[in-house]
């Protein structure tokens, strides 16, 4: 099987998209990812799923902490910086919420410390348990078949 094969048919699950970001001796580092899961209510624990030729895999594992920053359709922007999908002049600022630098504006920000990794195949899952969180209204970002996209309300389905 081709990987662009197997690309294209993972790219049929829609997903929202997060920027992970982390600090590194006082050094701040974003990356986009849009693998994420929610793992337990007790604990509550969610994974991230990081590449091993992405330079965030050994910033985690340093500094031991993250945060998964879900953006808003307004984000797009976001992502594409932290892809490395276009390039800004600008200095990104990042706010900070139980001492792990966050992104301003997500609709959730999840402040998490390492509880657990497992390396599979060519990507590490991290496991991470969510110390605080801040919520803001918002539609998401969407990510489908390599495409941004934006939600569009349906018709309610009848239950009867
Ligand atoms: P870098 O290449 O150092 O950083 C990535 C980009 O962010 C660079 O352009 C850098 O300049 C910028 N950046 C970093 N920190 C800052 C800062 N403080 N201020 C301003 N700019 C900064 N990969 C995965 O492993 N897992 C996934 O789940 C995943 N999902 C993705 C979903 C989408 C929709 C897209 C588009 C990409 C996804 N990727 C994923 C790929 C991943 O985002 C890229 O491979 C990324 O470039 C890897 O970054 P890096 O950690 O190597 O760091
Ligand atoms: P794409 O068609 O490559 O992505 C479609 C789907 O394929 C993604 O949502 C993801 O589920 C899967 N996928 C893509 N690359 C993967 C990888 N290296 N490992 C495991 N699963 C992967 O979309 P695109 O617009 O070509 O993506 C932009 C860039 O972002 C590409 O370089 C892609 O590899 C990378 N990306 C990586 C991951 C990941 O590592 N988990 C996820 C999404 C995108």
């Known amino acids: 099987m081709e990987d662009r094969q197997f690309r294209n048919a993972m790219g049929k699950f829609a997903t929202g998209v997060n920027v992970i970001a982390t600090e590194v001796e006082g050094e701040v580092y974003g990356m986009t990812a849009n693998a994420f899961m929610s793992v337990s209510l007790d604990p ?12 965030m895999l050994e910033r985690i594992r340093q500094s031991g902490k993250f945060s998964v920053n879900v953006l808003s359709c307004e984000q797009q922007e976001e992502s594409m910086r932290f892809a ?28 998490c410390d390492v509880y657990n990794e497992h390396t599979e195949g060519d990507h590490v899952l991290f496991i991470g348990k969510v110390n605080d969180l801040v919520l803001e209204e918002g539609d998401p970002l969407i990510f489908n078949c ?12 009848s239950s009867k």
Request: net charge negative.
């Open 84 to 111: 490395g999908q276009k390039q800004f002049e600008d200095k990104f600022e990042f706010d900070t919420l139980a001492g792990v630098p966050v992104v301003s504006d997500a609709l959730c920000q999840l402040s």
């Open 44 to 55: 509550k624990l969610i994974v991230i799923s990081i590449g091993n030729h992405a330079k």
């Open 146 to 157: 390599g495409k941004y996209r934006r939600l569009e309300a349906l018709e309610e389905v």
